[in-house]
């Protein structure tokens, strides 16, 4: 059993930053591989990004490429998420999810993710 608790989230306007994470409790959090994920109003939820087991393998939604990064720390299970150059349509909740396996990719679909933080709100102001 894994549990996922977001935080980070807030107001920010165009052109700036936030700095999410993603806390992990139980154990073997290194087993799973990990993807941030969004949802706008209105919108379905979206891939933002996903990291390997280890973090040596990434992948980026070409929406955010280039702005946001994402990091992890195994040993004190944590996930984070830098999100620079913010602008209005990443509006959105932001989820952190965990993927019984050592590679995730914007191909892997949702329902294959096995646990779900409860999200944390972006907004970003023009």
């Known amino acids: 059993q894994v549990q996922l608790v977001e935080s980070g989230g807030g107001l920010v306007q165009a052109g700036g930053s936030l700095r999410l994470s993603c806390a992990a409790s139980?154990?073997?959090?290194?087993?799973?591989?990990m993807g941030w994920f969004r949802q706008a109003p209105g919108k379905e939820r979206e891939f933002v990004v996903g990291?390997?087991?280890?973090?040596?393998?990434?992948d980026y939604a070409d929406s955010v490429k280039g702005r946001f990064t994402i990091s992890r720390d195994n040993a004190n299970k944590r996930v984070y998420l830098q999100m620079n150059s913010l602008k209005p349509e990443d509006t959105a909740v932001y989820y952190c999810?965990?993927?019984?396996?050592?590679?995730?990719?914007?191909?892997?679909?949702?329902?294959?993710?096995?646990?779900w933080g409860q999200g944390t709100q972006v907004t970003v102001s023009s």
């Open positions: 999810a965990a993927y019984r396996g050592t590679v995730v990719a914007r191909t892997t679909p949702p329902n294959q993710y096995d646990y």
């Open positions: 139980g154990r073997l959090f290194s087993s799973y591989a």
């Open positions: 990291i390997s087991w280890n973090g040596g393998r990434t």
